[in-house]
């Protein structure tokens, strides 16, 4: 008999069904035994003879097989009145590290990472890579319908991308490499090549000594790079854009998994764009607090997204305008006040998703700007290089993919967003 998934019994009509699955909770009374099995879509209750169930403990993987039955009194309206019950995978624990059968695990996160596949196996946590799937899947096809080519860069690289010390050094055949803290430079040669537009989905590394809600040491970036724009803020359209066709895509096909997080999507998203400085004087005038030069600290962006809830009705916001002192060295000065950058932050619930900018494009000026940085345009030749045949104005940003899916959902951690988190203490699983 072939395999039927508990979704499709609950949606079929079939008299004989086979399932597949974990055993979820078993309840014994008299000679009769009510196991609940679990499958990757759905629970559904088999009914069968103590006898037959007596080996079985919770969490082996089992068939069952019988007829299907429509019972009021059954959870969900239907079960499955077994004919057969197989183990298919035995259990050799003493005691499972936490009950995983409630409606909430209740154990720290620490301890659900440690034991990260039985973590999972709860419908609300696999959900969470569910709505993390369909996020990238929306990413794909709202770029590619825009005219951008995916592409796939190295993450073994010889120099420092940002020109910074947060990296990660390998041993690369007898030399000194870094795993990349992005696709940067690659996306910025590929405009040039002639693709124009260019996004990637890939993995990215930053050695920083944060052990925090928000810090990964590998995490997963999605990265855009568009050529011939007139300036930033189109960047800002394109990825306004990107949001709202992710919540209409949500909304139609993670509806399910929204409900369980008690998540609601607006239907129309227009993010505001205020300058940083701006915003630093806000959040000094209404809440008290002063904010570090060039920036707003983690606290700094929620009291902000507090404020741009309050009197704007929005979780999102574009800032604008940051120092050129506090943006990489290939960042276009603002044409206004070359103090400025044309780059951008979108801050999302109080915390940064995105960075982007225009790019400076010009050979000479993005030679003497590596200089100006106090960096060896020689440590950068085979990217400097690709400026020297006609680069159109161009810019790009990155999207943190955890970082996403953390907001949405409204997650209390970053690391609950990834399947197997690296960060400052955890190298395992």
Not at 131 to 141: D, L, P, Y
Not at 144 to 159: A, E, L, M, N
Not at 222 to 229: S, T
Not at 247 to 276: Q, Y
Request: hydrophobic share 40%.
């Amino acid at each position: 008999m072939k395999r039927s998934y508990v979704a499709d019994v609950f949606a079929g009509s079939a008299e004989k069904v086979l399932v597949k699955g974990w055993v979820h909770n078993i309840n014994r009374v008299g000679k009769t035994a009510f196991v609940t099995l679990r499958d990757r879509t759905g629970m559904i209750q088999v009914v069968a003879d103590s006898a037959m169930t007596r080996d079985l403990r919770l969490e082996m993987s089992i068939e069952a097989a019988g007829n299907r039955v429509v019972n009021d009194r059954a959870p969900s309206g239907v079960e499955i009145h077994a004919d057969s019950v197989k183990i298919l995978g035995t259990v050799c624990y003493d005691m499972l590290p936490f009950e995983i059968n409630k409606p909430k695990i209740r154990a720290s996160l620490e301890t659900r990472l440690d034991h990260r596949t039985i973590s999972l196996r709860p419908a609300k946590s696999r959900a969470v890579f569910r709505v993390q799937q369909e996020i990238e899947e929306a990413f794909r096809s709202y770029f590619r319908d825009h005219g951008f080519t995916q592409i796939h860069t190295p993450k073994i690289i010889s120099s420092a991308t940002e020109g910074g010390s947060e990296m990660f050094t390998v041993d690369f055949f007898g030399k000194r490499a870094f795993l990349a803290q992005s696709p940067q430079f690659y996306k910025q040669m590929m405009v040039g090549a002639g693709f124009e537009r260019v996004f990637e989905i890939g993995h990215a590394y930053r050695a920083e000594l944060h052990n925090t809600w928000r810090h990964l040491g590998e995490y997963v970036s999605m990265d855009v790079e568009m050529g011939f724009i007139e300036s930033y803020e189109d960047l800002m359209d394109l990825e306004e854009g990107y949001i709202n066709c992710l919540f209409r895509h949500l909304r139609t096909v993670c509806a399910a998994e929204l409900e369980m997080f008690g998540v609601s999507l607006p239907d129309n998203v227009k993010i505001p764009r205020i300058p940083l400085a701006q915003a630093q004087r806000i959040v000094l005038e209404k809440y008290g607090r002063r904010s570090p030069a060039g920036g707003l600290d983690a606290e700094g962006e929620k009291l902000f997204s507090e404020y741009m809830r309050e009197e704007h009705g929005t979780d999102f916001v574009f800032l604008t305008k940051y120092p050129v002192s506090k943006r990489p060295m290939y960042t276009m000065p603002d044409p206004e006040n070359p103090d400025l950058t044309q780059s951008f932050d979108l801050i999302y619930k109080g915390l940064e998703i995105t960075t982007g900018s225009q790019r400076i494009h010009d050979y000479e000026m993005l030679k003497r700007n590596i200089e100006k940085f106090g960096l060896d345009p020689e440590n950068f030749r085979s990217y400097l290089d690709s400026f020297r045949y006609g680069m159109p104005p161009h810019g790009g940003f990155a999207i943190g993919l955890e970082r996403l899916t953390m907001k949405l959902l409204d997650l209390d951690n970053i690391r609950e967003a990834t399947l197997f988190p690296r960060d400052i203490k955890r190298l395992e699983p």
